[in-house]
Each structure stands twice: as C-alpha cells, then as structure tokens.
C-alpha cells in the first residue's frame, strides 16, 4: 500500500461494532428472504401510508473516542459540590468490588427480567437478599423486589391502603414532614381517582377525629430531622379502621425501632444511600414492605422460594409478578417492573458491610450530626429538632441569604427551607473536615470555630431512648460471611455464573429488544460529574446536564416527529401514565373533562389498560380480527358510540402481533374525527426510526423504551426508562416539577427521573447518527423476516403484514404442537436452555405462541445458532410424535437438563448425549442451568419471600 492511499482520517467505526451481520451475511440473508436490496425489503413491510413520514436527518455518526471526548466536555459543566440538602438523596460510597463486579458487569447489567427462573437463580438469589434486608430493617413479614422510586412507591402505598382498610372515608392524610417530590406525586396519582389528599400536621390528628380517613402516611425521621413517636398516632388511625404507611430511612432504621414494631402497615422508601450513586435523582430502588395478610395486593415483584423437579430449592418469581398481564383494567397497578440492578447494589452493599458495619456507618454518621449540632448552638444558631438522626433544620442568626452564599463560596449545598431556617443532612461520606466547613459557613466574620476534639469527647446521642432499636437484623449468613473483597467478587461471580444474560448469548425476546449495551455508552454512567450531582442542587450546577437534557430531548424528537419531550418517566409505566394524564389535562383544558373513555385492542399490553383506569379512564376492548390487526369496524362504532366521551386510543405500533398495520393512519384519522387523541404505544420503536415517525402519521403522544430501542440496559428486570414524546397541543400539559418551570404534575420523585443514565441514549445516538440509526431499523426487520423465514417450515408464522413479511419481530405458532404431541410452549422454552438460549417471550400476545425479536445487534452466525436450536427441538417434538421418544419421558418435558443429574444413576428413556449436547457446537461453551425446572404451583403454595436458613442448600 502506498503512503498515499492511507486514511488520515478516522471512519465511524461504531454502527459496524453494533449492528451484527456483515455485508455478505445481508445480501445472503436477502436471498432466502427472496429481495435483492435491503431497501426493497423495507419498501414491502412499510405500509405506503407511512412511507416517508420519518424527518430523521440522516447524519453521520461519531466515532467512540470522540462521542466519549464530547460528552466529556458536556459533564464538565457540571459542578461538584458537597451536598448536604439531603431530602431523601444522600451521598455514598459505592464499595469498587461491587462497582466494578456488578455494577459495570455485563453479566449483571445485560441480563433480562428472571421470568425464565430457571436461567435466573443469580439476579434472584441478590433480589431475595435485598427483600430480607427491606423486611429485617423495616420490622415487616414481607417485601417486594424494589419499586421506582420512593415518592412514586408512596403513591402505591396510598391506593395499597384507600383497597385495603377497612374505612371506606375518602381522604388519605399525609404528613407535612413527608419529602416535598413525594406530596407532589401523590397530588398528581390522587387526582384522577377522586382521593382527596390531606397535607397537615400528624400531631394535630392526636385530637382531632380520624373517621375521615381511609389511610396516613407518616416520615420517619421527618424529612427535615425531627425523630417522632408515631406509636399512638398508629393506634388511634388503626381503630378508625385506617391503615398507615411509613416512609423510613433505611441507615437511621440500623438504629431506631423499625416501623413494623410499632405498628406501621407499610414501609416504603428509598434504598439510594445503601450504595448507590445520587446520579441527579436516579435510577435507585425503592422498597416496599407489608404485613403476610397483605401480600397478594402488594404492588411489584416478589422473589419467592419453590423447589425444581428435583425437589432441590430453587428460586421464582412470585404470585402478582404479572397480574397486570392478566387482570388489565382491574390490576392494582401497572407496575411490571423493578429497579433491579439498583435493588441488588443496595443489597450487596448490606453483604459487604454486614449488620455491624451497617450500624456502625449509622452511629458515625449520627455523631458527626450531633457535634455538628453542638458547634452550631455554639455559634449562636438554633436547632429545632431535640432528636434526630443525620439531619435537622436550622433557625440561623445570621441572614439565611448571608448562609447561603457563604456556603455556595465554599462549594457547600444547603437545603432551603424558608426565609429563616435552612435544613443540614450528613451522610458515610463526611468527615470531621465537613463538619467544620460547614461551622465556618454558619459563623459569622471573625467568629471563632468550635473545638471539634472538645466537642466530640463531650457531646452524647440525640436518638430519643424510648425508640432505639432493640432487634438484632440481618442474621442470616449472607449478611454474615462476604465482608472480604476477596468473599464478595466470587460470591458476586458465583451468582452471575449461575445466570443466562447477553454477554453469554442472543436473547430473542419479542416486545423487549434486548440489543447491544456498548461499553462506550455505560462508561459514562460512572463519572462522578454525572454520578455525584443531587437532584435538587442549584440549577447553575447543572449546566451539563441540562445541555445533555436538551440535546437528547431534540435527538428523541427528530427519530419520532414528535413536538416535544419529557425525560421524567423512569419506566415504561410511568411514561403510558404521563402520556394519558397529558391526554386527560388537554381535554379538560378545552372544556372536555368528561371526555373518560379509552379505546383498547384486545391485543394490547396488560400496562395498558391498567394504566387508563390509574389516569381515571374507562376502558372499552377493541377487537382484533383473525390476522391480529385492529378490527376496524368495531374500533369505528365503539368510537361514534362513545363520541362525546371519547379521551384516547392506546394502541402499539408495529402491533403487538408483530407486523406494519396497513390501516394505521386510518385509525388515528377515526380517533381524531371522533375528538379523542392517540397514545401510540412505542414499544416496538426498533421497527420505526428513520423509516417512519408517529408523530407525523398520527400520534398525539407516545412513550418510548430507552432500556429497549435505545440501548439502556435491562439490568436483570431494571432501571428502565419511558420518556414521552407529545404534539405540539400537548406539550403544556408534560409532567412538571418542583425543579422545573412547570411546578405540577410530576409523575415521578426527580426532575428528570432516571437521569443518569441517560448518557447511554445520548452516546447511542451520537455515534449511530441518522444514518446509523437507520440501518439499525433496516436490520431489525431484515434479521426478524430471516428467522421467521427459516423456521415457517417447522413453525407457523402467526402474523404476517399485506406481503407475507413480518415487522421486527415474529409470533411462532406452536399450539398445534400441543395436540399432536404434548409438547406445550413451555416445554420448548425450557428446552432452549439445552442449547444455551433464553427463551423467546412466551404465550404473550397469543397463548401457546413463541414471540420472537433477534435485533439488529446479533450476527448472522448467531441468529443461525438459534434458528439451528429451534429446528432440532422441532425433530425432537416430530420423536414424540412418531414414537421414537417417549410422550411423558423425553428431552422437552425434563428440560432443563443440570450437570449434577449428569452423575447420578440415568432414569430416562433418552441418552445422556441428547440430553445436554443435543448439537455439536456446545461441547465447546455449554451452559449448565443450576437448578431443574422450577415448580411454580409449589412456590405459591408455600410462599417464602427472605432467605432461608443456609441449611436447606446444603441438605438438598
């Protein structure tokens, strides 16, 4: 090669690193599909009133190393000071063994929702121990995988109480000492369902009657320090027929007498300080814990132990995991996920540190907080609170303004209160260096400091004596053995070992898009400049993040043609939420608040009719017709029957079932003509951007799966984030903020919800550019046609679009397997794990139907491994059929197969060989599930929800 031809510059590299098949495998790949271009493919799958609707730019993308450089320069415009505004986020350190073997390990953050227990025995053995460490802290029989954030889990508590109590009185009274983000999201959640909220003074309810409410929910400690007594107040609400919830401090709680002792129905807050970073607000886990009575109303997901077929225990998700799915427009929420990856770097952090380095990181704090209080009355200032743990408020004696300033010159953040006191919270971070610079930002010019050594050999606890915790916690040996670096990382490999996430293989989950998280997009994540900022620090502080908001906001709205955008929704769930409160305030803008019915197809995801009758919506089923589409007929009339009061149509496109709906503009066109607007469900984006934009084909709004199309990791269940795009006429009515010129309707605890992971989004599209993200669409469809391609031999292909060709996913018909061999859908799934594959999602849209979604991200030699899997489970369903292999006694109905029933006498019918090396290829990397197939009915049956003793591991 000659000097002359080499390339100075760099290529964009990245769109080939994250698309999986090469030029050859494509034009290859379009050959069995029967198209000579990639263009003429998606010519025939997009419907022509679509075409030509998406205004993506079609840029070029940057290179890793300079996307990363740009970004770097964008988190420098953040600004690091100490914070001590507290309000629920504080400070903390993140243990680097569970940094760098959780946290920024693909094994944890790629892995999916353990709906296949079976491959999932890790993520949900970390999950259980972070329920036994919710349940031992908080003094409750129960608690839940995590919930989203701690204001949003005190709106599921206030619904848990108003279907639980036994009044029936409208109102639910909160305590004015409650976190000013959690009243305003229960403002925004009572609303529509007509509960009054009553915002006061608990103290005062000591002498007043209570008949008027149905439930309480009380801080603990108070959001501005005070430690109250509540053991009177709980009897007198519980004899009024009322329920109370308890928002608690998870550290103070190593401390203070839990809430279930005395008396509290539920427990609820925030797990953030055990670990996780403030990351401007998120993502973190919230808890939620109950009495056992209350269990199956308990919103979220719930760990629980069963047995395997072996009768070895083995681990599941429980009960309601799901129940939305199944009970629509009646669940009790529309909650299907959980902060998992969070919950278990809370839960690990309770591991490293043990209940004694638990207690004793809560003692420091509190006396840091003492002589920190001693030094201020010293210098003359007032504190109100005569019990407290790590934080109080403060009546200054100088000017709040003159405080404030000084602390700003010392890169101190201070919590304001009002125009004479200003609120202080220390955390496992500070030292005696914060105690004193904080001193010298309260003393007035000249003023001597405290003698910090004096103080400290002086000054006593101020937790009040008759509340001190008296009950040991965290007994259990997993609290107990992991306190070494060298314990915790193999614990921490031990348990990722046991699990089937992306690093190992291609997850074809269908509705999921489980597609490559690059690890130039998660290193952000990590740097303090967006870890370490508090939501709630000072606007100027955040300069870098809101250039970050703004430029992902615009990205978002030039791949969906939406007007604008909120960041706010930290899920899927709340994203449909704000997108119907948004539907909901516009129709009541012009006059229309009656306007309350929502339009559902009987396909539809179980969130969303859920979520219409949390945003106080009626629902109405549309029917589908026999190819899966929307029935459009009965969508026309059930819309002139309900013309006056018609809201919304929630509808997912490409549908449920998979495929480009030709009559898509039609159906918007009808919803409009009848005054109702469109929720288009954007679940399926992978399929659209660059090709099509709803919001230039006829959606109003639609939520978006960052953790889906535009690679935030699944993280074993969660963080997830569901931000929403809107129209023009519906942008005044985005979620607000207390933080934010909009001050009302927040949905969610932080302004900007999950914010730090956003970056991932942000360096996605950065390096994909319009063109990038393009080709990503092109080959998501090419990818889901080829494999519904090579197995409609053997499969039927459900739905298919106008030109027998699919969207970007497929439904795989295997009902009439049922009948000819009694091989059900499950049996297949659990067979997959033979072969080292997660299973598709399964019986969802269509029971007894596999759903298929390979994604852009897997390479043709991997989408080939698959498809060869699914060809020879289909030989071995044709074995049953003929004879050849046992109806009841065969590779499907024992699958999965563990290398421990390898070694002991062979019961079966079918050779070892079969068993677990049903294809060649995986003597060189097979994966050994750790447990047998799980028995669901038993774990129901025998609900157990913490950790049992180590010894039934040992003897099983």
Known sequence: MSTASIPLTTDNEFIARHIGPRQDDIDAMLALIGHDSLDGLIDSVIPDSIKGTSVLELCKGQGEAEALASLKAIAAKNQLFRNHIGQGYYPCHTPTPILRNLLENPAWYTAYTPYQPEISQGRLEALLNFQTLISDLTGMEIANASLLDEATAAAEAMTFCKRLAKSKAPAFFVSHHCHPQTLDVLRTRAEPLGIEVVIGDESALLNQSLEGYFGLLLQYPASTGAIVDHRALVQRAHAAGALVAVAADLLALTLLTPPGEFGADVVLGSAQRFGVPLGFGGPHAAFFATRDSFKRDMPGRLVGVSIDRFGKPALRLAMQTREQHIRREKATSNICTAQVLLANIASMYAVYHGPQGLAQIARRVHRLTAILVRGLQQLGHQVEQQHFFDTVSVVTARPVAEVLAAANGAQLNLRL???????????????????????????????????????????????????????????????????????????????????????????????????????????????????????????????????????????????????????????????????????????????????????????????????????????????????????????????????????????????????????????CDIIHAHGGQVYLDGANMNAMVGLCAPGKFGGDVSHLNLHKTFCIPHGGGGPGVGPIGVKAHLAPFLPGHAHMDNKHGAVSAAPYGSASILPITWMYIRMMGGEGLKRASQLAILSANYIARRLEEHYPVLYTGENGLVAHECILDLRPLKDSSGISVEDVAKRLIDFGFHAPTMSFPVAGTLMVEPTESESKQELDRFCEAMICIREEIRAVENGSLDKLDNPLKNAPHTASELVGEWPHRYGRELAVYPLADLRESKYWPPVGRVDNVYGDRNLACACPPMSIYQDA
């Open 417 to 667: 209160i009002d125009g004479q006191r200003v609120g202080l919270s220390l955390d496992e971070t500070c030292e005696q260096a914060a105690v004193e610079a904080l001193w010298q930002v309260f003393a007035m010019p000249g003023q001597a400091l405290p003698d910090f050594t004096a103080l400290a050999a002086d000054t006593g606890d101020c937790l009040p004596l008759p509340l001190l915790r008296e009950t040991p916690f965290l007994q259990h040996q997993v609290f107990n053995r992991y306190h070494s670096e060298t314990e915790l990382m193999r614990y921490l490999r031990r348990l990722a070992d046991k699990d089937l996430a992306l690093d190992r293989s291609m997850i074809a989950l269908g509705s999921c898009t489980m597609k490559l998280n690059a690890a130039s997009e998660m290193i952000p994540i990590t740097w303090p400049e967006f870890g370490a900022l508090h939501p709630f620090a000072p606007a100027e502080q955040s300069l870098g993040y809101r250039q970050l908001t703004d430029e992902l906001e615009a990205m978002l709205c030039a791949a969906t043609g939406y007007d604008a955008m909120s960041l706010q929704p930290n899920a899927g769930s709340q994203g449909e939420y704000a997108g119907l409160l948004a539907i909901r305030a516009y129709h009541a803008s012009r006059g229309e608040a009656g306007r309350d019915v929502c339009l559902i197809p009987s396909s539809a995801h179980g969130t969303n009719p859920a979520t219409a009758q949390m945003a106080g919506m009626r629902v109405v089923v549309v029917n589908c017709d026999e190819r899966g589409n929307v029935d459009v007929a009965d969508l026309q009339s059930k819309a002139a029957q309900h013309r006056d009061s018609l809201a919304a149509l929630m509808i997912t496109y490409p549908s449920t079932h998979g495929v480009f709906e030709d009559g898509i503009t039609r159906i």
